[in-house]
T-cell receptor, first 111, second 113 residues
Framework: GQQLNQSPQSMFIQEGEDVSMNCTSSSIFNTWLWYKQDPGEGPVLLIA?????ELTSNGRLTAQFGITRKDSFLNISASIPSDVGIYFCAAPETSGSRLTFGEGTQLTVNP | GAGVSQSPRYKVAKRGQDVALRCDPI?????LFWYQQALGQGPEFLTY????????KSGLPSDRFFAERPEGSVSTLKIQRTQQEDSAVYLC???????????FGQGTRLTVV
């Protein structure tokens, strides 16, 4: 099946630093989604991307849909302690269909 | 409701016991998905409904897993004769028809002892 490769697996940063993570695939996708999951909770949708090259922001979060349609990037600026969690990229096989998830990036922010 | 609601939040089952997990999707969402999430992993697809029709059940790991959505709203995931490897978080998600943005519930953490 399709696989999404996320990197890095984990990050340990100081409060106030910027963060970058990415997701790559050997397959082309028409939509990329980024979710955040806190311990004991379900994934929460952060950003949805629909066009190659698209750059979308949600507060301190910015995500980009790669030009090749095989990758996506998520940046967090000026990190704060509540940014701690696991960030997942996800993509549907077709519009409205099941999602394939990456393995996640565990983010730790030290105050 | 405002979001996807799942119950119970936690379930401990003895090996061999049957369990039923409930999902109440966002009102008006036609599509409903079940995912299984093992510790330290991303969610893995189990099954998909459009209204009451189960259109894809290719992710169900065995015939002990069964899902239904009889009236096109609430869905139940049933696991018969639970085994230790069934221990995981079971997530339900819903979306509008044709939309990829899926909204997840808090999940049910199943522990089989």
């Amino acid at each position: 099946g399709q696989q999404l490769n996320q990197s890095p697996q984990s990050m340990f940063i100081q409060e106030g630093e910027d963060v970058s993570m990415n997701c790559t695939s050997s397959s082309i996708f028409n939509t990329w989604l980024w979710y955040k999951q806190d311990p004991g909770e379900g994934p929460v949708l952060l950003i949805a991307l629909y066009k190659a090259g698209e750059l979308t922001s949600n507060g301190r979060l910015t995500a980009q849909f790669g030009i090749t349609r095989k990758d996506s990037f998520l940046n967090i600026s000026a990190s704060i302690p509540s940014d701690v969690g696991i960030y997942f990229c996800a993509a549907p096989e077709t519009s409205g269909s099941r999602l394939t998830f990456g393995e996640g990036t565990q983010l730790t922010v030290n105050p | 409701g405002a979001g996807v609601s799942q119950s119970p939040r936690y379930k401990v089952a003895k090996r061999g016991q049957d369990v039923a997990l409930r999902c109440d999707p966002i009102s008006g969402h036609v599509s409903l998905f079940w995912y299984q999430q093992a510790l330290g992993q991303g969610p893995e697809f189990l099954t998909y409904f459009q209204n009451e029709a189960q259109l894809d059940k290719s992710g169900l790991p065995s015939d002990r897993f069964f899902a239904e959505r009889p009236e096109g709203s609430v869905s139940t995931l049933k696991i018969q004769r639970t085994q230790q490897e069934d221990s995981a978080v079971y997530l339900c998600a819903s979306s509008r028809q044709g939309q990829s943005k899926a909204f997840f519930g808090q999940g049910t953490r199943l522990t089989v002892v």
